[in-house]
Nanobody
Framework: QEDLVESGGGSVQAGGSLRLSCAGSGFKNRRYSMGWFRQAPGKEREGVAGISSDGTIVYADFVKGRFTISHDNAKNTLDLQMNNLTPEDTAMYYC????????????????WGQGTQVTVSA
């Protein structure tokens, strides 16, 4: 059974950094798109960054230049380095996976983690 587990969330002050990791297990040997999403209280879930099954990396406009998504092949994790955080980045962050090609501009992905909370204070 496929499973995604996020880690690395926490509380930081504005301008600080956090690194999120997503460990996957149970996935079959096929190509997947992987992505990070977030959901703030009272708001819809939105895509943050993704690596599609063909290796294309996409960022939401609101994180460009501040966040970096990467796949650590040695650890088999999907990481999200978040720098220069602002209070607007406060949200629950979710890791997601989808068989083959998928864009972060939709939340219709196959697999989701339980999320990790990121809180940024002013």
């Amino acid at each position: 059974q496929e499973d995604l587990v996020e880690s690395g969330g926490g509380s930081v002050q504005a301008g600080g950094s956090l690194r999120l990791s997503c460990a996957g297990s149970g996935f079959k040997n096929r190509r997947y798109s992987m992505g990070w999403f977030r959901q703030a209280p009272g708001k819809e879930r939105e895509g943050v960054a993704g690596i599609s099954s063909d290796g294309t990396i996409v960022y939401a406009d609101f994180v460009k230049g501040r966040f970096t998504i990467s796949h650590d092949n040695a650890k088999n994790t999907l990481d999200l380095q978040m720098n220069n955080l602002t209070p607007e980045d406060t949200a629950m962050y979710y890791c997601a996976a989808h068989r083959y090609q998928k864009t972060i501009y939709t939340t219709l992905w196959d697999y989701w983690g339980q999320g990790t909370q990121v809180t940024v204070s002013a």
